[in-house]
């Protein structure tokens, strides 16, 4: 049985939203960072939804909706279709009120992200390759299995609960200016809509996409809902290919600004905001920060609040930002050398960089490069350096022995 409310939300029902709230979630706290405050010319504060109960907004909008469900349909049980943070948000508020769960996930997600949801107490099946193809699963689900099917964003309660963010984002910075929020199906940018302009209503409300998956934005400029996918982005949080009907009709109305930032923006925003703020973040709650980056939003001088919307980040994933951040960055250098396969060579290069200040943190030998010559060894070192000068004092030093090398470039 669907149970979506299709009636719009206004401010009292965040009020209420509020209330049934209360206690069963964290008002998380508000973050102003001098660091990026210095860098944007403006003062720069973060909402850390990232330490939300599951990680992330999205269970103030489950509970909300559950709350509201009739003993009928609690008996019956919900189902719900995601790739991560709903799916944790509904298992969640479901074993909070004792109510069977049913969660169908895309076959990719992450063990990680499965386990969470098991954890609590949710069943699992998983189904297709990406969301839309476990949504339209679920669907079907729910005519065959009478279960009450929770919309990750496409419902009256699942907003007025995200709409919590807005009112909290107001009580606790009043002269706010400008909030950034990242938009997949439009559900959390929403509530916050309604509730920051009741409040303030010069407040502007501006939504931040991968360009990879920008439908709200293509929606916005065409005056209808069409979907948007040019790839696949890192940010799997806010890649919904539709927005919902209702939410098209909120954004339309409150929302003043919709930004796209690529996903090279939301990598690096996302290493910054882990290696100057200390927060990890997923890559959909980094965009707001990336659209900063990329000099998309106009904040000289003003009160900037930036949702970081969660922060179950694939762990794996983020490794690979770590590296190739610092390997663009210059923390890390590799060096491919092209050594004679003698004896004491390896220990002459690795004494020249230790002398050099560097620390070595990875060595591969490769006897099979075809680009190397007979009697001679591939080896490329991987190697911690504190920015370009040091590296380029350290590659001049290596220089001295004689051995051909190259410093290979990050992409």
């Not at 973060?46 to 907004?57: D, P, V």
């Not at 699942?158 to 990242?182: C, F, R, S, Y």
């Given at each position: 049985m669907a149970s979506q409310n299709k009636s719009l939300p206004d401010y009292n029902d965040i009020l209420d939203a509020e209330r049934i709230l209360d206690g069963l979630i964290n008002v998380t706290p508000v973050d102003l960072s001098k660091g990026f405050s210095e860098?944007?010319?403006?003062?720069?504060?973060?909402?850390?939804?990232?330490?939300?109960?599951?990680?992330?907004?999205?269970?103030?909008?489950a509970i909300v909706k559950l709350s509201h469900l009739t003993e009928d349909e609690k008996d019956h049980g919900v189902i719900t279709a995601s790739a991560g943070n709903h799916a944790q948000g509904v298992a969640y508020a479901a074993k909070m009120i004792d109510v069977k769960a049913k969660i169908i996930m895309p076959e990719y997600t992450t063990p990680a992200k499965i386990n969470a949801v098991e954890g609590y107490g949710a069943e699992i099946i998983l189904h297709g390759k990406d969301y839309n193809e476990a949504r339209e699963y679920c669907l079907d689900l729910v005519r065959?299995?009478?279960?009450?099917?929770?919309?990750?964003?496409?419902?009256?309660?699942?907003?007025?609960?995200?709409?919590?963010?807005?009112?909290?984002?107001?009580?606790?910075?009043?002269?706010?200016?400008?909030?950034?929020?990242?938009?997949?199906?439009g559900g959390l940018i929403s509530g916050i809509a309604i509730a920051a302009k009741k409040i303030k209503p010069?407040?502007?409300?501006?939504?931040?996409?991968?360009?990879?998956?920008?439908?709200?934005?293509?929606?916005?400029?065409?005056?209808?809902?069409?979907?948007?996918?040019?790839?696949?982005?890192?940010?799997?949080?806010?890649?919904?290919?539709?927005?919902?009907?209702?939410?098209?009709?909120?954004?339309?109305?409150?929302?003043?600004?919709?930004?796209?930032?690529?996903?090279?923006?939301?990598?690096?925003?996302?290493?910054?905001?882990?290696?100057?703020?200390?927060?990890?973040?997923?890559?959909?709650?980094?965009?707001?920060l990336a659209a900063l980056m990329e000099n998309k939003i106009d904040v000289k001088g003003k009160n900037v609040v930036i949702v970081l919307s969660g922060g179950n980040i694939n762990l794996l994933l983020l490794s690979k930002i770590i590296f190739k951040s610092m390997h663009r960055e210059w923390d890390l250098v590799r060096i491919d050398f092209k050594i004679p396969d003698r004896p004491g060579t390896l220990y002459r290069i690795a004494s020249l960089i230790s002398e050099a200040g560097g620390n070595i943190y990875h060595a591969e030998v490769d006897n099979l490069n075809e680009d190397t010559p007979v009697g001679y060894q591939s080896v490329t070192f991987t190697v911690n350096v504190r920015g370009k000068e040091h590296a380029d004092r350290l590659t001049e030093k290596l220089k001295t022995l004689g051995y051909r090398f190259t410093v290979l470039k990050s992409n």
């Open positions: 860098q944007f010319g403006c003062r720069v504060y973060f909402k850390l939804e990232n330490m939300q109960k599951t990680g992330s907004f999205k269970a103030r909008g065959t299995e009478n279960m009450t099917f929770i919309d990750g964003f496409n419902d009256r309660w699942i907003i007025a609960g995200q709409g919590t963010i807005g009112k909290e984002i107001m009580n606790q910075v009043p002269d706010a200016d400008i909030i950034v929020v990242p938009v997949g199906g010069t407040v502007k409300i501006i939504g931040v996409q991968s360009e990879k998956v920008d439908s709200m934005k293509k929606s916005l400029e065409e005056g209808r809902i069409v979907s948007s996918v040019s790839g696949d982005t890192i940010a799997d949080g806010i890649a919904i290919r539709y927005p919902g009907d209702m939410t098209f009709e909120i954004v339309k109305k409150y929302v003043d600004q919709i930004v796209t930032v690529s996903d090279e923006s939301i990598a690096t925003a996302l290493f910054k905001m882990l290696e100057r703020n200390k927060t990890v973040v997923e890559p959909a709650g980094a965009s707001g």
